[in-house]
């Protein structure tokens, strides 16, 4: 079974700018959850989706968005970048959601300058 | 406060003896707990889970649990070179609608 895919895996934007980051989950998964992961706060929790609504948001500005589609996929969605946006983008599904095992992507690794 | 502590380390232990890697929370409504290992430029790949106090072991790796004092563990026997890498640990909250908390992880060198 195909594990979790990410699209781009590296990007480069300056600040000001939005980035769109995508997420295919694995075959059969209808959960996905997105993290941020910094050399300072580690690995921290963004949104959380399930059958295209976001169930559950961690402690970040409204900058950060994202959707879910009919066949799980997910988007993740940064507006007006900052220099400190510059993070490993983690993108993880599980079979039903949080609750479950969560399998993580390659992630998408994010520089602002 | 940080709910997932870990000791940032670097841990260094020589080839096949026992790694020893700690993890203390905070959140007492933690249920589950989990192991990921990441390689430098990888993304996280899951070790184990443990839910129940106690001792769960997969092959080489052991988790421990341990609620009274809200400390968990993984010990990894027999350690190899392949073994290096940074070791998350992560509790599901039940304060954050059972996201996973990270601690920050401890790097692990297995040294030849």
């Known amino acids: 079974k195909a594990g979790v895919t990410q699209t781009p895996r590296y990007l480069i934007k300056t600040r000001g700018q939005q980035v769109t980051l995508s997420c295919s989950p694995i075959?059969?998964?209808?959960?996905v959850s997105w993290y941020q992961q910094t050399p300072g706060q580690g690995l921290q929790f963004l949104f959380e989706?399930?059958?295209?609504?976001?169930?559950n948001k961690g402690n970040f500005p409204g900058r950060f968005s994202g959707r879910q589609f009919s066949n799980s996929r997910s988007e993740m969605n940064v507006s007006t970048l900052e220099l400190g946006d510059s993070a490993l983008y983690l993108c993880?599904?599980?079979?039903?959601?949080?609750?479950?095992?969560?399998?993580f992507g390659p992630g998408t690794r994010l520089t602002v300058l | 406060q940080k709910e997932v502590e870990q000791n940032s380390g670097p841990l260094s232990v020589p080839e096949g003896a026992i790694a020893s890697l700690n993890c203390t929370y905070s959140d007492r409504g933690s249920q589950s707990f989990f192991w990921y290992r990441q390689y430098s430029g990888k993304s996280p790949e899951l070790i184990m889970f443990?839910?129940?106090?106690g001792d769960k072991e997969d092959g080489r790796f052991t988790a421990q649990l341990n609620k009274a004092s809200q400390y968990v563990s993984l010990l990894i026997r027999d350690s190899q070179p392949s073994d290096s890498a940074t070791y998350l640990c992560?509790?599901?909250?039940?304060?954050?609608?059972?996201?996973?908390?990270f601690g920050k992880g401890t790097s692990l060198l297995v040294t030849p």
């Open positions: 993880a599904s599980s079979l039903s959601g949080l609750e479950d095992t969560q399998y």
């Open positions: 992560a509790a599901r909250g039940s304060n954050s609608g059972y996201a996973l908390n």
């Open positions: 443990i839910y129940s106090n």
């Open positions: 989706y399930f059958s295209e609504t976001q169930r």
């Open positions: 075959s059969g998964h209808r959960s």
